[in-house]
């Protein structure tokens, strides 16, 4: 939300946003950005996504969509909708046939980065394992900003 209140509205008394939980977008694919879906625990989807400047799709982490209406009262965007990501640094790398490896954006205390994406740059869904970290195994920050994603069955079904 601080994020939000920043970056997007500006610290501006009066500005509004509508802030969702769920978007249909690529022909009917249901995309969550849910901070406590039904009551339980959080659901975050992920997306490849790419911008116009970028060459490759790179992973981001769904937080929320928001819906800019009016680039008035400080709004730091223009109208339209948007996501509330965590982005991967680079282009997913390869690791195997079935997995590629990518490393999440963090700032110099470990903590995740924030943007905001535009819906259109969303290009597909993602499949992605977050590296999940054990107290009785030694780790550093590299392993904490590590996902794993698993390849789209159309890049792997030659291979069996």
Request: include cysteine.
């Amino acid at each position: 939300m601080q994020f939000l209140g920043e970056s997007v509205l500006g610290d501006t008394v009066g500005a509004s946003i509508t802030i969702g939980t769920e978007m249909y977008l690529l022909d009917g694919v249901l995309f969550r950005a849910h901070a406590s879906y039904r009551s339980k625990k959080s659901w975050h989807d992920f997306c490849y996504y790419k911008t116009p400047q970028m060459m490759y799709a790179r992973i981001a982490k769904l937080w929320c969509f928001i819906e800019i209406s009016d680039s008035k009262n400080g709004i730091n965007y223009n109208p339209g909708k948007y996501v509330v990501v965590t982005k991967s640094i680079r282009q997913p790398v390869q690791h195997s046939v079935l997995l590629s490896l990518a490393d999440m954006e963090r700032n110099d205390k470990g903590k995740p980065i924030y943007t905001l994406a535009s819906v259109q740059d969303i290009v597909a869904p993602a499949f992605v394992v977050e590296n999940i970290l054990s107290k009785s195994i030694s780790w550093d920050a590299d392993d904490e900003r590590k996902v794993w994603i698993v390849n789209p069955r159309s890049k792997w079904i030659d291979e069996f």
